[in-house]
């Protein structure tokens, strides 16, 4: 055929070799990547963990998950709003109002964060512990950074256990699908063997090295000593379960006594303050007080790294910047707040009159700028007596740096008088009472060791008030119905647990 | 005859010679023109019994020198019978071809090719381009609503700019995107939905490919629909510049629904807070921010007057604008277009304003003999849109707009929502450039070989400036001023070859092939900078420096993915009978993990024209009459990339006095805006695969009384598996979801199109198209009902789970995935009127507030004697029955008219607005008032999601009307073609839907806002 011999002779001219070699090639050469991609954008296992920076970082990230909105403030819902210590606002949502009527079933939102939350904060503690062994940094920054994650570790698996009983323990990074089913452990035991071992871990790793809003071997210290108090106090007052620990009750408040001996002790870091003020100055994160405090700031940008409980415990007072009345005749300026936490009326008067950290610490009158009063509990302005724990003077709109006390020193103390309720414990517990103005207890005479930790127990509520802590002391004792009206004629199983979340029993087949 | 020089008596003979030579080669010219004059080019002419063979050009013109005069010439054309013409003596012919109405003369881009119209075995649909509705439109999606049966084209804003969704044969997918590709000139540029880099006037033509068989050689990206763009190419052998200008104007189509009565509304809004037990507002006295509100009676008897209307202030009635002048021309070698665009959009709020400027530059080369064909399609658009949308046209009438002269009233010290306030004070500026270039050469390696390969290039930015002033923003006045600058930039390459090899076999195999290899490497990044905290608002955010230097935040991020294909094709027709295609596809991805990196798309399909059939010829009565079926299995793979990657993610912690970076598994995946609740995900999936979705497609097309009659008819079922789904993981694992392959989707429907010439007279005619589409989709499963933490419907056992977003006045979501239901069905209370007495109430399982008179209600569904979560049921279906639309065209002598209605009918909609307007709360239920239709007025009532709010959807909308003139025989001016017109968009709306329009988003849910708009263009097109 001519054409095809016309084309076949354009095809030489036009060299087609040539044109098909050089498609090819251009081709070839953009074809070349390969489809591994590497993410350019974001840290993932592939690109993390290289240097001691980022096992630095990653431990941060850790500390970072108790400042989430949904584990931070959440926590006093259960543990002030569940108790004889505070009510909820009547408008907050039905949520909020089952702790305080005691009707948390396992749909509640709330329970379901705080459950969430632990799990989020143990997740980034285990990335650390399976990721810093073995990359051949120096001896001291792994043990250091191991002895913070093991600490933040178990302070996580011990909140599942004051909150939920028997909770999943989650002993490695989550990575893989196969590894997102947990089941929950056999007893009790399981539970605080872990907890123990983690913190005595810690303790081990961990030199006396204060940091504001990290945790040193002094915290991982009073940390174990808070668990072993709680064990102790709870299988003594027979708390559902608790039975199953193998420990006697006498050995385990040995345990927490010696422990809490270690903190007030063999240290010199941090001390009782003898200026009550200075505790809650949020200015002072640094007091001697605090051996293990949350650090939240106001110049953060979005809530977590600034703290707005500051809203949560003040009541609305028309929204205006009220002047709270300081000791020395001077003011300190805040926002008013959400009126989320109230105050309720047994606590207040659980106080006496001069007691100082009613006279001080609790709130019931406001002032303007000028130093008029403005209002007053009793005038109504104010709708309770609200807590100056959590005032920041120097506040930017909701911006506050208010941050919640993980540790006091005050608490290791009380933990120490309850743990050996002896005259080294009166010592202890004294000093409480003594820096806030009221009457010391003179001797134990007449006293058993459990009237006296029921002393301890009350002190601990007035002292520790608002500060995260009374529902964990009237479950450990066992005290819930006889203390909170509204949980009176529940069973011993439903005060002393919250219900595993709903969400957790709907999507993990290995719990229900 | 005296010679003089016998050496000129030589060279006369020798040229004589030459010239009887010659003759001995006559050369025959002439035109080949169709029936109706129409000149056509490339005709093939043959000399029988020879290899001499010529075509003709583009104005049909030929030249062939032929051997003596018994030459007979052999003309044909592809949709033409074949003609032979014996030379004789002629030296100009003058060959009028006829139509072969059996090869039909369309032919149809597919993908990597073009195919017979005829020939077609899978359903593909051609977008006439002279019916879409002539007016400035930013891209193409919104003018295809109604023009292609099977598609649903929705677009439910008139902002400056703003998109339409298109659906092509129903949503297959939950999460991977249902957004059909878009290839232009044979790049596939991204998905529909916002086109604006094509202007719609250098459309020349588009093709909606739908089931497998068409859609399935784009594998991976073909499971929602492929829609084939061509642009115009320079056709006429003469320069010819065509100018093109439309002018808009716009208008609502109802009156705004507002307060114009103060007295009314200050009467129902304290009615309404002393039934809610709060105290009225209008007591003439301050409210607890210090505003002053006046008491009724001040308001009745004239002491506060001010009564604002604040939508006049707010809105105007938006012009548009678009200018399109084009240079086209092309020589036997060349093809060339130069096109430049320039659009202007108002939107209804003052000083929302879109621009874009579009050039489109496209050249096509023969070279070689003309055996090699290159070209190149370069567009650039650019423009901007000030963002000055959501001004408070609601705003409270009682108070003015300034106090004074010139400040601004603002109604308490958080005021954040003065619309003069921020138009004048606030800045959001968002400007975009787009590049799309693509350069090939088309090589005819031999007869029947071709070689294709095509380099294509996409470039897109887009730079956000803002600026919120201290006072008269949220975000300003929080932070004391905060402006920032949002970039963002992508790009994609894509390179292409394939080899096409056609030809025909003892004339009766018709065969071709297709095969070749596609790379396509996609790249996107960000940088966001945001600055707080500043001394001097004079620059906005044209300095970001000088915001408090401690609080400034950046952002960026980077993506890339890379994916290899392979595709090919195969066409078999037997006796141009008999037609069948197979092809596929191998797609290789980046976003997956190894396991399942490549996946491969198959599809097949039959065709037979019976209409070839004696048995058919004899009934006389079919013009066309082909049946035609295929299956095939297509992809989806829209989801980000690095789902196979864990991703960390990053945070602060302050320690030592300073925030120090965090970072960590676990990164925050979305965040609810109501409560701030986090999601947390980056837990990796290796094992991620495509979405994948099987197609079976069967249908006819047929044609009578010569063709005056055409109805095509498709049923399809379309059937999605392994849905890319993020499930819940329980919360001990620290995450909320994770990226995963599960459940399946069924889409079935039938398509409709009747399209007649139903008279043609040469002074007038009318012709019309109906299309039909049903499209019937269900949610088969949602996977495993523990792994996925589905819901439970106690009444019936139902498995479902909640999709979209949450309604804030009823603190719910509405639609649900169900299993066996359609997809987004609405969910939740039925209601059985107005409680009229307490007992009433209490009676129908009620309690407290809710068993109030005036009160809703609520139906006890499991009678169980009490209304709560157990009680709610599927309340509605936000997914129309059938969609349908009708296009008529009328011209009698130089005027045309076309009319176009548009309908959907059988949704539901959920109206947000059904009570609290000021159109519906005066008909409250009041103790003097017991009405049955409407509960009583009550500030903080809890709404429920019921069934009182749901409304029948249906509409039918004469949605386009165009009248034009023809403007011709106006040569001495020059211009060789014109037309004046003017046209109008949304005119008239039939429904019972209460609301402004029922045309509202997929998930049938109703926010209110402002009315549509109707729109009157006048243009005129001129070609020179």
């Not at chain 2, 923003?473 to 090899?501: C, K, P, R």
């Not at chain 2, 599809?603 to 009934?619: C, N, P, R, T, V």
């Not at chain 2, 602060?652 to 960590?664: A, E, K, S």
């Not at chain 2, 993020?726 to 889409?747: A, K």
Request: negative net charge; contains cysteine.
């Amino acid at each position: 055929m001519k054409n095809t011999l016309t084309i076949r002779k354009e095809l030489k001219k036009m060299n087609i070799k040539k044109i098909i070699l050089g498609i090819t090639l251009a081709i070839g050469i953009v074809s070349c990547e390969s489809l591994d991609v590497e993410p350019k954008g974001f840290y993932s296992d592939q690109n993390f963990y290289k240097t001691v920076d980022d096992a630095e970082a990653a431990t941060l990230y850790a500390y970072d998950a108790l400042t989430l909105v949904s584990y931070a403030p959440v926590t006093f819902y259960l543990t002030e709003l569940a108790t004889d210590n505070c009510s909820v606002k009547p408008d907050e949502g039905a949520d909020a109002q089952a702790f305080v009527n005691w009707e948390v079933s396992s749909q509640n939102e709330l329970l379901t964060q705080f459950y969430r939350s632990i799990y989020i904060a143990i997740n980034r503690a285990n990335a650390v512990i399976e990721n810093i062994p073995g990359k051949g940094f120096n001896q001291e920054d792994e043990r250091r950074l191991m002895g913070e994650a093991l600490f933040l570790r178990a302070f996580n698996h011990f909140n599942a256990v004051k909150a939920f009983g028997l909770a999943p323990i989650q002993k490695s990074l989550i990575d893989e699908l196969n590894e997102t089913t947990a089941s929950l452990p056999n007893d009790m035991q399981e539970m605080y063997a872990f907890i123990i071992e983690d913190l005595t871990t810690a303790i081990d790793y961990l030199e006396i090295n204060r940091v504001t809003g990290r945790a040193d071997k002094v915290a991982a210290q009073a940390l174990l000593s808070k668990v072993y108090l709680f064990a102790a106090s709870a299988k003594e007052s027979g708390v559902p379960k608790y039975n199953a620990l193998t420990e006697s009750v006498d050995n385990l408040y040995a345990k927490a006594a010696e422990y809490s001996g270690y903190v007030l002790n063999n240290q010199g870091e941090y001390a009782h303050d003898t200026n009550i003020q200075n505790i809650y100055n949020s200015e002072m994160p640094n007091g001697p007080e605090h051996i293990f405090i949350l650090s939240l700031d106001r110049t953060g940008t979005q809530e977590g790294d600034y703290s707005k409980l500051s809203k949560y415990f003040i009541p609305y007072i028309s929204g205006a910047n009220v002047y709270l009345k300081n000791t020395d005749d001077s003011f300190s300026k805040t926002h008013d707040g959400w009126s989320v936490f109230q105050t309720n009326d047994d606590l207040y008067n659980s106080y006496e009159p001069t007691d100082k950290r009613r006279t001080e610490l609790i709130v019931s009158e406001v002032f303007n700028e000028a130093g008029t009063s403005i209002g007053t509990v009793a005038d109504e302005t104010i709708i309770y007596p609200f807590t100056r724990k959590y005032v920041d003077p120097n506040f930017e709109g909701d911006k506050t740096s208010t941050r919640p006390y993980l540790i006091r020193y005050s608490d290791i103390q009380l933990v120490y008088a309850e743990a050996t309720a002896n005259t080294d414990g009166l010592i202890q517990y004294n000093q409480i009472r003594n820096r806030a103005g009221i009457d010391e207890l003179a001797d134990l005479g007449g006293l058993s060791k459990a009237d006296f930790r029921d002393l301890v127990v009350q002190e601990r509520q007035r002292e520790l008030a608002f500060e995260g802590d009374r529902l964990w002391d009237l479950r450990r004792k066992n005290i819930v119905q006889a203390n909170v009206t509204e949980a009176a004629g529940l069973s011993p199983e439903a005060v002393a647990f919250f219900p595993i979340p709903q969400r957790e029993i709907d999507l993990n087949p290995n719990i229900n | 005859m005296y010679i003089k020089n016998p050496k000129w008596l030589l060279s006369a003979f020798l040229f004589m010679l030459c010239i009887s030579a010659i003759n001995a080669q006559t050369t025959v010219r002439g035109v080949v023109s169709d029936e109706n004059n129409q000149l056509l080019p490339i005709v093939n002419v043959l000399e029988i019994g020879t290899n001499n063979g010529a075509t003709t050009d583009f104005d049909g013109n030929f030249e062939i020198k032929v051997t003596n005069k018994n030459a007979v010439l052999e003309f044909s054309f592809i949709g033409y019978k074949t003609q032979t013409v014996v030379v004789g003596d002629q030296e100009n012919l003058n060959v009028i071809l006829t139509e072969d109405v059996s090869q039909l003369e369309e032919v149809v881009i597919v993908g990597y090719g073009s195919v017979k119209k005829s020939d077609l075995t899978g359903s593909v649909s051609s977008v006439d381009m002279k019916n879409l509705p002539s007016k400035p439109a930013n891209s193409i999606d919104g003018l295809l609503q109604g023009q292609v049966a099977g598609v649903q084209v929705t677009s439910s804003s008139d902002d400056p700019g703003a998109g339409a969704t298109i659906r092509i044969r129903g949503g297959s997918s939950l999460n991977g995107g249902n957004d059909p590709l878009v290839v232009v000139d044979g790049f596939p540029i991204g998905y529909a939905g916002d086109l604006k880099q094509i202007s719609p006037q250098d459309i020349a033509s588009m093709e909606v490919l739908k089931d497998a068989s068409a859609s399935a050689i784009y594998g991976s990206r073909g499971a929602n629909g492929v829609i084939m763009i061509t642009t115009k190419k320079g056709s006429k052998h003469k320069t010819e510049i065509s100018v093109s200008q439309q002018t808009t104007f716009s208008e609502f189509t109802s009156e705004l629904n507002l307060w114009r009565d103060p007295v009314l509304m200050a009467q129902i809004s304290n009615e309404s807070r002393i039934n809610g037990g709060f105290t009225p507002l209008y007591i003439g006295a301050n409210d607890p921010n210090g505003v002053y509100y006046p008491s009724v009676t001040e308001l009745r008897n004239g002491t506060w007057t001010t009564n604002t209307k604040w939508d006049d202030i707010v809105f105007r009635a938006p012009i548009s604008n678009n200018t399109n002048v084009a240079i086209r021309n092309q020589t036997d070698k060349t093809q060339f277009s130069l096109s430049t665009t320039y659009f202007t959009n108002q939107g209804v709020y003052i000083e929302d304003d879109y621009k874009k400027l579009n050039i489109n530059l496209n050249v096509v080369h023969k070279i070689y003999n003309d055996k090699a064909t290159v070209g190149t399609n370069v567009i650039y658009s650019k423009g901007n849109k000030n963002n000055n949308g959501g001004l408070a046209y609601w705003r409270n009438p009682i108070f003015p707009v300034y106090n004074g002269t010139d400040d601004y009233y603002l109604i308490g010290n958080q005021d954040y929502s003065h619309p003069i306030a921020l138009t004048e004070k606030r800045s959001n500026q968002n400007n975009f450039k787009d590049f799309i270039g693509s350069a090939f050469i088309d090589v005819q390696l031999l007869p029947s070989l071709k070689l294709k390969t095509q380099l294509n290039h996409k470039f897109g930015s887009s730079i956000t400036d803002y600026y919120n002033p201290k006072i008269y923003t949220e975000d300003g006045n929080f932070n004391n001023g905060s402006g920032g600058i949002n970039n963002w930039e992508s790009s994609e390459t894509v390179a292409e070859s394939f080899l096409t090899f056609s030809k025909t076999y003892n004339d009766i195999h018709d065969f071709s092939a297709m095969g070749g290899f596609s790379y396509q490497y996609y790249q996107s990044r960000s940088s966001d900078l945001k600055a707080y905290d500043f001394l001097n608002e004079s620059l906005g955010n044209g300095n970001l420096s000088a915001g408090n230097p401690d609080q400034q935040s950046v952002a960026n991020s980077f993506t890339e993915t890379v994916m290899y294909s392979g595709l090919g094709r195969l066409n078999y027709t037997y006796k141009s009978k008999y037609l069948a295609t197979f092809t596929m596809r191998a797609d290789g991805s980046s976003k997956f993990g190894a396991n399942n990196r490549w996946a491969y798309f198959p599809s097949g399909a039959l065709g037979w024209k019976m209409h070839q059939e004696e048995f058919i010829k004899e009934l006389d009565i079919f013009n066309e009459l082909k049946l035609r079926s295929s299956y095939g299995i297509s992809g989806n793979q829209g989801i980000s990339p690095y789902l196979i990657n864990s991703r960390y993610g990053q945070d602060q912690y302050y320690v030592n006095g300073r925030f120090q970076t965090t970072i960590g598994p676990g990164y925050v995946i979305g965040q609810d805006a109501q409560s701030g609740k986090k999601s947390w995900g980056g837990i990796p999936n290796p094992d991620l695969k495509w979405e994948t979705t099987s197609q079976f497609n069967i249908g006819a097309d047929f044609a009578f009384f010569n063709r005056a009659l055409k109805v095509t008819f498709d049923y399809y079922n379309k059937y999605t598996t392994d849905l890319l789904r993020e499930r819940l993981l329980s919360p001990s694992s620290s995450y909320d979801r994770m990226w995963v392959n599960d459940g399946e989707i069924e889409n079935q429907g039938v398509e409709l199109t009747i399209d007649a010439n139903i008279i043609n007279k040469t002074d007038w005619g009318i012709s019309g198209t109906l299309m039909l589409s049903k499209n019937k989709n269900k949610v088969v499963s949602l996977g495993n009902a523990v792994s996925s933490g589905l819901n439970t419907d106690a009444l019936t056992g139902m498995k479902y789970e909640f999709s979209g977003s949450q309604v804030e006045a009823f603190r719910a979501v509405p639609n649900i995935l169900a299993v066996g239901q359609p997809i987004n069905v609405f969910y939740g209370y039925k209601v059985d009127g107005i409680i009229q007495s307490n007992a009433e109430g209490l009676a129908a399982g009620l309690t407290g507030d809710l068993a109030q008179p005036g009160e809703f209600k609520y139906v006890d569904l499991n009678e169980d004697g009490v209304i709560d979560q157990d009680d709610r049921t599927i309340i509605g279906n936000p997914n129309p029955d059938f969609i349908a639309s009708l296009n008529l065209q009328g011209r009698y002598k130089k005027f045309d008219i076309s009319l176009f209605f548009n309908g959907s009918f059988g949704q539901d909609i959920f109206n947000t607005k059904a009570f609290g307007e000021p159109s519906n709360q005066p008909l409250r239920w009041t103790q003097d008032n017991t009405t049955n239709n409407y509960p009583s007025l009550r500030d903080g009532r809890n709404l429920s999601m019921s069934d009182w709010f749901i409304e029948n959807g249906s509409f039918l909308r004469l949605q386009n009307l165009s009248v034009g003139y023809k403007l011709d025989n106006l040569s001495t001016s020059g211009i060789t073609n014109g037309r004046v017109f003017i046209n109008g968009t949304n005119l008239f709306t039939l429904t019972n839907f209460k609301g402004y329009d029922p045309e509202v988003g997929t998930d049938g849910i109703y926010w209110g806002g402002y009315p549509k708009l109707r729109n009157w263009t006048i243009g005129v097109e001129l070609t020179f």
